[in-house]
């Protein structure tokens, strides 16, 4: 049962480089989420996708992009790496139901 | 501030009990949350609570839900070493809208 995968596990980033996290659920949810998690503080809800080709902005989208080609992948851009990036990641699914399932995070730093 | 509060720190003896308090916002809430986050890892959900509930058991964990005072709490009876995590509080405010609390660090004691 993989659940949610997300890679890589860990990044650092130099200012204003680019890279995607990565997310796959082999779950056939349609629902996904990226969140980021600062220390001290909840999760931040950055996008979210209700099915393959819809997308949309959460409470923190400023500086990411998304897509949703397939109902398993969906991938976070982040265009031109800022130190406010710094922080955790993760992707989560859901089916039609209230509960959210969660990958392992993504650790990022940008330097 | 966070639309969701919760105290950062408890610390327990190992075979008492916990109990964990968070306090949320938005009275419309349809779900509350209780997820717990080890070292490392992602978030796993312990267990879940639908409003118009007051309470919960599942093994070891009781969920209490007071709307009125928007509070919400979770006990874990007999706690655990490997109880030690972090405990998330969370609302779902709409389909698509969870907000999460900072988190409780709980450590158990030997």
């Known amino acids: 049962n993989a659940g949610v995968t997300q890679t890589p596990k860990f990044r650092i980033l130099k200012i204003g480089q680019s890279m995607t996290l990565q997310c796959t659920q082999d779950?056939?949810?349609?629902?996904m989420y990226w969140y980021r998690q600062d220390p001290g503080m909840g999760l931040k809800l950055i996008y979210y996708?209700?099915?393959?080709?819809?997308?949309d902005k959460g409470e923190v989208p400023n500086g990411y992009n998304v897509s949703r080609s397939t109902t398993e992948d969906f991938p976070l851009r982040l265009e031109l790496a800022a130190p406010s990036q710094t922080s955790v990641y993760f992707c989560?699914?859901?089916?039609?139901?209230?509960?959210?399932?969660f990958g392992a995070g993504t650790r990022l730093s940008v330097l | 501030g966070e639309d969701v509060e919760q105290s950062l720190f408890l610390s327990v003896r190992e075979g008492d009990s916990s109990v964990i308090n968070c306090t949320y916002t938005?009275?419309?809430?349809?779900?509350l949350y209780w997820y717990k986050q080890e070292p490392g890892a992602g978030l796993q959900l312990l267990t879940y609570?639908?409003?118009?509930?007051d309470m919960k058991q599942d093994q070891r964990l009781t969920v209490l839900l007071n709307k009125k005072d928007k509070h919400l709490s979770l006990r874990i009876a007999d706690t655990q070493t490997g109880d030690s995590a972090i405990y998330f509080c969370?609302?779902?405010?709409?389909?698509?809208?969870?907000?999460f609390g900072a988190g409780t660090r709980l450590t158990v004691k030997p």
């Open positions: 779950m056939n949810h349609n629902y």
């Open positions: 989560a699914s859901r089916d039609r139901g209230p509960v959210q399932y």
């Open positions: 609570i639908f409003s118009n509930m």
């Open positions: 996708s209700v099915g393959a080709g819809i997308t």
């Open positions: 938005d009275s419309s809430s349809t779900y």
């Open positions: 969370a609302e779902s405010i709409e389909d698509n809208d969870m907000r």
